[in-house]
């Protein structure tokens, strides 16, 4: 399924990715990357969420190969075509709109893969962080476009309160 997933977000960056410009955004993209090695470096004993395959295990055969073609293919790509559109316009109408339209397009994934079996949530998360987590991407990436001290300092404060909130054991971390 994750290969299914890869080749559809390979698709939309090539139909609606502002590649042309891949330089401007490149921050950003490695700003989305970094946070999710972080997250998942810190996590390793005691993760969230875990991935799993169900249909190409041979190259998707544990969670750290389905994260990392997520953090290679679907982040570069989400950056390219949201920022693309969020600041390709002045009306705050259109940049909602597309605000919207990810953060349900990524909140619909995760339900549909945890419907499905190839995501699992653990120690305390569950569909409820998620949503909030979500929302506070697609609000952090133009954030870190225009002001990247600013993101770092939202991320850590939401670190702070995800660790004191779901009650992570920092000795858990590695």
């Known amino acids: 399924m ?48 875990n991935f799993k395959e169900s249909i190409y295990p041979l190259f998707f055969f544990n969670h750290t190969t389905i994260s990392l073609t997520i953090m290679f293919i679907w982040y570069p790509v989400t950056i390219l075509i949201y920022l693309k559109y969020f600041f390709g316009t002045n009306k705050w109408s259109v940049r909602i709109f597309h605000f919207i339209l990810w953060v349900t397009l990524y909140v619909a994934i995760e339900y549909i893969n945890l419907h499905i079996g190839i995501i699992s949530h653990h120690n305390g998360w569950s569909m409820w962080h ?19 001290l600013v993101a770092w300092l939202i991320v850590l404060g939401i670190f702070i309160v995800l660790t004191i909130q779901l009650d992570f054991p920092l000795d858990k971390m590695k």
Do not use: Q
């Not at 998620?130 to 990247?148: C, E, G, L, T």
């Open 130 to 148: 998620s949503v909030p987590f979500v929302i506070a991407m697609f609000v952090i990436f133009p954030i870190h476009y225009k002001k990247p």
């Open 2 to 49: 994750h290969f299914i997933y890869n080749f559809l977000f390979l698709l939309a960056g090539w139909r609606w990715g502002d590649w042309r410009n891949w330089e401007k955004y490149y921050s950003t993209i490695l700003f989305f990357i970094i946070n999710d090695m972080i997250n998942n470096f810190l996590t390793y004993n005691h993760p969230f969420w």
